[in-house]
């Protein structure tokens, strides 16, 4: 694993050891960029069950200014971290372990919103819809968020959930990757 593209371009980035996760492989990555980005001046990216912090490390050296990633597993904290210090990206990041609904919960206290939120559960415990919802209910979204989810090819995300529209979806191999726009207009919700 490595940064695919930005001003860390090919420094290399460790994996959770053990198999409780699933590192986004290069080529996915790769393509999640291309579809969000590739590049961005400003924004905070939500990295939501970070594993190795690949998906935030990537916005980070794309031109995204701030990231915090969050994981639940100790071992992934740990691996985030010492991938940031790597990167010297430490200064432009926050780390938090714990479980996902308590951590939107510590961000809406801080009253953070988002540009950019990476969605990457184990895809035996996917809630995104829900997670979605929350995201919005809280108003950790800013406006025209984009919101990647990377999930199960069998999962199937519905094209609106509140406020936010799947613009596209696109599967390699097992993963799917749904990317979902966040318009603040008022939309439909559908399960």
């Known amino acids: 694993m490595r940064v695919i593209s930005g001003n860390k371009k090919g420094l290399p980035l460790k994996a959770v050891p ?16 291309n579809m969000i980005g590739p590049y961005f001046t400003e924004g905070r990216a939500l990295d939501l069950y970070a594993g190795s912090g690949g998906l935030g490390i990537e916005a ?3 031109g995204v200014e ?5 994981d639940q597993n100790r071992k992934a904290v740990e691996v985030i971290k010492q991938n940031l210090a790597s990167c ?10 714990n479980e996902a609904a308590r951590a939107l919960k510590a961000l809406l206290k801080r009253e953070l919103t988002f540009s950019h ?3 990457d559960p184990p895809y035996a415990k996917q ?4 997670e979605i919802r929350i995201l919005q209910d809280f108003n950790l979204l800013e406006p025209a968020c984009t919101i990647v ?6 999962l199937e995300l519905p094209d609106c959930i509140g406020d936010v529209s799947k613009q596209r979806s696109e599967t390699y191999g097992d993963t799917t990757i749904t990317i979902y726009n966040y318009t603040d207009e008022g939309g439909s919700i559908d399960d």
């Open 88 to 97: 010297e990206l430490t200064d432009q990041a926050e780390v938090y372990r």
């Open 127 to 130: 809630n995104l819809v829900n």
């Open 18 to 33: 053990g198999s409780t996760t699933r590192p986004t492989t290069d080529k996915v990555k790769e393509a999640i960029f």
């Open 66 to 70: 701030q990231a915090i990633f969050i």
């Open 149 to 154: 989810c990377e999930h199960d090819r069998a």
């Open 117 to 119: 939120v990476f969605l």
């Open 60 to 62: 980070l050296s794309r």
